[in-house]
């Protein structure tokens, strides 16, 4: 499902960064500027959240609720 580093990054960045600028980043070329590395935490806090969700769900089924 997740469409690969660059482009799940371009997507996570709502497409304000290219794949060319996120490689230089990824690379060490550039710096990643603040607005993007808190559009990456907040994503990946969303994804935690929905993961940990669906974890609770599963356990809540297997202990028969």
Known sequence: ????????????????ASHHTIRDWIRGKRKAPQWARELL?????RRIAELEHAKAILAKKEAGD
């Open 1 to 16: 499902e997740y469409p690969g580093l660059l482009a799940g990054m371009v997507r996570m960045l709502q497409g304000r």
């Open 41 to 45: 935490a907040q994503a990946i806090d």
